[in-house]
Each structure stands twice: as structure tokens, then as C-alpha cells.
């Protein structure tokens, strides 16, 4: 079994910051690509960003130049640093992770989510 449980969402001001937390536990043997994706009612799941085993980060148009994704593979958790934030930005966070879960296992995994709010 393996959980992905994120943290560190909450209520902010436009033009505010956040930092999301999601850590990883349970039985596997290595930890892949990790992400981060969000959806607001009504909206298509996004990808806001990714992060590859080797560091190698991407992002979406709409969060660049303020959000930053990183990795702690010691605490087996990955973060967003979310800068400048605008009510646009308000949504149900999601991370994700390529988990190896054996020698021929290897799946997604999704966190429950942590809901930010941003107002104006």
C-alpha cells in the first residue's frame, strides 16, 4: 500500500503565498516523476507542474515565473512554492508520483488533495 498525503493549503490573499507539502509512504522501491495538478468545479484537471527523478522540472503557462516545484527524496516528499498568488489560482491541489512499486510494478499514485483558496 502506498499513500501520497499532501498538506498546506489554506485561505490566502491575492498576491500572497502558500507552500504545499506532499509526502509519500508506505511499501515501494523507488520514487519517479512527481507532480502536482489542480481542479476547480466545473474545470478539467491541470498539470501545474512536474519533476523528474534527476531534478528536471516543467510548468505549466499559467504558473510560471511564480510556482516552484522541488523534491526532498530523503523525506520522500515533493513541494510547491506558490508565489503571487491570484484567484485563478484557486483549486483542489493534487500531487502525483510515478511510484516503483517492485521489479515489474510501477503505477500513479494521486494524494486526496488539499484545497487552496485565494481572494481577492
Known amino acids: 500500500q502506498v499513500q501520497l498525503v499532501e498538506s498546506g493549503g489554506g485561505l490566502v490573499k491575492a498576491g500572497g503565498s502558500l507552500r504545499l507539502s506532499c509526502t509519500a509512504s508506505g511499501n515501494y522501491f523507488s520514487i519517479h516523476d512527481m507532480g502536482w495538478s489542480r481542479q476547480a468545479p466545473g474545470n478539467q484537471r491541470e498539470l501545474v507542474a512536474i519533476?523528474?527523478?534527476?531534478?528536471?522540472?516543467n510548468y505549466a503557462n499559467s504558473v510560471k515565473g511564480r510556482f516552484t516545484i522541488s523534491r526532498d527524496n530523503a523525506k520522500n516528499t515533493v513541494y510547491l512554492q506558490m508565489n503571487n498568488l491570484k484567484p485563478e489560482d484557486t483549486a483542489d491541489y493534487y500531487c502525483?508520483?510515478?511510484?516503483?512499486?517492485?521489479?515489474?510494478?510501477?503505477?500513479?499514485?494521486w494524494g486526496q488533495g488539499t484545497q487552496v483558496t485565494v481572494s481577492s
Open positions: 519533476i523528474t527523478d534527476n531534478g528536471r522540472t
Open positions: 502525483d508520483a510515478d511510484i516503483h512499486t517492485g521489479e515489474f510494478g510501477r503505477r500513479i499514485y
